[in-house]
């Protein structure tokens, strides 16, 4: 069974840092790209940030460019995302997508930034 499990959001005060974490289980983690999205209320999701299978390529949005960044752990199934700087308009619902010759959702996790 496939699974994608997001942790590490919460409340945050602007100007601090969160990391999340993405465990995932079920399909073969290291063939896949591996990214994190968010959507905020009322509006579209939208890409963050995207890191290849290896490892060695990343792309980022340009609103969180310098302050996010995507690293994975292929020996633990693992993708991360440190979020820096956090600013109020970075509060959203984040989620983890795996796509190689599918794609995969996990189901989010809160993320407010909030003084």
């Known amino acids: 069974q496939v699974q994608l499990v997001e942790s590490g959001g919460g409340l945050v005060q602007p100007g601090g840092s969160l990391r999340l974490s993405c465990a995932a289980s079920?399909?073969?983690?290291?063939?896949?790209?591996m990214s994190w999205y968010r959507q905020a209320p009322g509006k579209e999701r939208e890409l963050v940030a995207s890191?290849?299978?290896?490892?060695?390529?990343?792309n980022y949005a340009d609103s969180v460019k310098g302050r996010f960044t995507i690293s994975r752990d292929n020996a633990e199934n693992t993708v991360y995302l440190q979020m820096n700087s956090l600013k109020p308009e970075d509060t959203a619902v984040y989620y983890c997508?795996?796509?190689?010759?599918?794609?995969?959702w996990g189901q989010g996790t809160q993320v407010t930034v909030s003084s």
């Open positions: 890191i290849g299978s290896a490892g060695s390529s990343t």
């Open positions: 079920g399909f073969t983690f290291s063939s896949y790209v």
């Open positions: 997508k795996a796509s190689f010759l599918v794609t995969y």
